[in-house]
């Protein structure tokens, strides 16, 4: 019988070691081969898509998604009923799609889908075709598809579409069936409502025929410049007669997990070269109130590329472009579409966080429409970090203006956990305040919690370990808790996961024995280590650091201060003693620096009466 038992109980040991999720890193190949010829005239395209799959999961998989973006743009798609029954819609959407004539709209229209030679079953769900296998994709296995695909360019009404209203004829973002993303969680094949997206990582090989006198740009290597011309071709080369008034431009573009590019009879192109052999290529509007301003952002846009390399990562494609499309700015492979140009300070500002998103999103590449806060959260807290460097200000916490958004947010009641899918929030102002400004300051208050030159190191280990990769958010835990030696679970889910909010405060300073007594206490549900600056009746200062017993360590010290006893999260208070009298003291401050999201500073602050 004892022999029985032994042997069930290893059995029971190992089940439990086989239920664990101990797989090993993968993610999914696509390979697209596309030919695209458009119609100016009435903005209709015809295509060819041939796509080759990698499946590197697991798993066998017995079907596969594809988005159709376009179809977002129809009068009662879910992006359209989305704008019309939210509170606070998008200010560029509105009402508009529900407006939209036969003529305006968006569609992407599949005409015949073959595996490897074989018709395929499918059906149109809204933004996403359904498509069910010929024969199974086995793990490691690869195979075939081939599309035969049209489309209609909408008015431009979100990021894509024709005649903007900076007059820009096509941007063409989302334009083409994408295969949706399979990971270690599934399938993502979201619906297109208004927010973010999450690609396959491949190379993607397109040729696109148009009107001679359109110039384009985008992601991807321009493979036949001295037969295009159009600023891309050799000095003093002419392009080749173009047959029957058209060009075929061809694109190259490796390990992108996207395919943009924007066109206009009247584009400007410029291009200057920055560092590591980076060419920049700027194309904008012929348009003599914003000439000026697109000239003056180049060798800004060198800088950025200079300060994200050295901060992040070097950035691993030869170009860069910068666009006139789109509405807002919007991140793309290797470029940026931005709206305007007339006001340079919001030129830089978009170009700064567009040209950042290339770091976290194209080659960090997380899922947005679960951890939207890791793309354009990170990107607004390294933007505003590379803008306050190259600017010359040099402000001691450049974040600022996100911590301030962040407590109007976590005091307004309606703020929703990070961990909300991008679509569910029931704000667009939650989303956008969530996403991008208590996004940075996770960043920034993580450099608070283990040290800014650890938060530093911390990216580009990030950066390193995780480049050409779907990290998660415990995937930047770990490369921070790996780096600062400290524990850091607690951080990542009460700051991602819940609402939780910060509040200490100090609730009283009184003399006992020649000594100084200090009780601070923890308001908020979320815990922190404490700063706590000492300023003393001759004017000298002490730092008292108050280490939170769950982070198991201690964040490195900048200079002199005095290292208290932990504070278990659980205890409300926490008292210690200044080896002085009272009289000696003359105010005391939590974190004098403001990098703890505090949501109520009133109560930080003590000063002797």
Not at 80 to 87: F, N
Not at 137 to 150: A, R, V, W
Not at 353 to 369: D, K
Request: proline share 5%; hydrophobic share 30%; with cysteine.
């Amino acid at each position: 019988m004892r022999l029985f038992l032994s042997i069930l109980s290893i059995f029971a040991v190992c089940l439990s070691a086989k239920a664990q999720n101990n797989t090993p890193y993968w993610q999914q190949e696509v390979d697209y081969k596309m030919d695209i010829d458009m119609n100016v005239d009435d903005y209709n395209y015809t295509g060819k898509q041939e796509l080759e799959y990698t499946n590197n999961s697991p798993d066998t998989l017995n079907q596969v998604f594809y988005h159709l973006y376009f179809n977002a743009f129809q009068p009662g798609s879910e992006m359209d009923v989305r704008s019309l029954t939210i509170q606070d819609p998008d200010r560029r959407v509105m009402d508009r799609i529900s407006k939209l004539k036969p003529d305006e709209i968006g569609f992407l229209k599949v005409n015949s889908l073959e595996q490897d030679g074989k018709k395929l079953d499918y059906k149109v769900e809204g933004t996403v075709l359904e498509v069910k296998l010929d024969k199974p994709i086995l793990p490691g296995e690869s195979t075939k598809f081939n599309m035969d695909f049209n489309g209609q360019v909408p008015v431009q009404i979100r990021r894509s579409g024709r005649n903007n209203a900076d007059g820009v004829a096509l941007s063409m973002t989302q334009w083409y069936p994408k295969l949706a993303e399979y990971d270690f969680e599934g399938w993502h094949a979201d619906p297109y409502i208004g927010r973010e997206f999450y690609g396959v990582w491949g190379d993607f090989d397109v040729k696109i025929t148009i009107d001679s006198d359109y110039t384009l740009g985008g992601t991807g290597y321009l493979q036949n410049p001295n037969d295009i011309g159009h600023g891309y071709g050799e000095e003093g080369s002419k392009p080749k007669k173009p047959k029957k008034g058209k060009y075929t431009w061809h694109f190259k573009a490796p390990m992108v997990h996207d395919f943009t590019w924007a066109a206009d009879p009247d584009y400007i192109h410029d291009k200057i070269e920055g560092e590591n052999g980076v060419t920049l290529h700027f194309l904008y509007k012929n348009d003599p109130e914003v000439i000026e301003n697109w000239k003056k952002i180049q060798p800004e846009t060198a800088k950025l590329l200079a300060y994200y390399d050295e901060h992040i990562g070097q950035y691993p494609y030869k170009q860069y472009s910068v666009i006139q499309g789109g509405d807002g700015g919007m991140e793309y492979g290797m470029c940026t579409l931005i709206t305007g140009g007339k006001n340079y300070n919001g030129l830089l500002g978009t170009t700064a966080h567009e040209f950042a998103h290339s770091w976290f999103q194209f080659l960090l590449g997380t899922n947005e429409a679960k951890h939207e806060w890791m793309d354009e959260g990170f990107t607004t807290y390294i933007s505003s970090e590379a803008q306050n460097a190259i600017s010359g200000r040099n402000n001691e916490n450049p974040q600022l203006g996100s911590y301030n958004s962040y407590t109007r947010l976590a005091t307004s009641g309606i703020e929703q956990p990070q961990s909300t899918y991008a679509d569910r929030y029931a704000y667009n102002g939650a989303y956008g305040a969530s996403a991008y400004s208590k996004g940075a300051v996770f960043l920034a208050q993580l450099g608070y919690v283990i040290g800014k030159e650890n938060l530093a190191k911390t990216l580009k280990r990030y950066f390193n370990d995780w480049h050409y990769k779907h990290p998660t958010p415990n995937d930047f835990k770990r490369e921070a808790e790996k780096v600062s030696g400290l524990q850091l679970d607690w951080y990542l889910v009460d700051w991602t996961q819940t609402t939780n909010t910060i509040d200490y405060g100090i609730k009283s300073v009184e003399e006992l024995d020649g000594k100084t007594q200090v009780t601070l206490e923890r308001i908020g549900l979320m815990p922190m280590p404490i700063d706590l600056y000492v300023t003393n009746a001759d004017g000298s200062e002490d730092l008292y650091y108050i280490p939170l017993r769950m982070m198991r360590g201690e964040k490195p010290a900048t200079g002199e201060r005095t290292v208290e006893k932990d504070w278990p999260w659980a205890y409300p208070t926490y008292t210690f003693t200044i080896d002085k009298p009272l009289a000696q003291v003359k105010s005391m401050v939590i974190d004098k620096k403001q990098f703890m999201a505090d949501i109520n500073k009133e109560n930080n602050t003590w000063e002797a009466k």
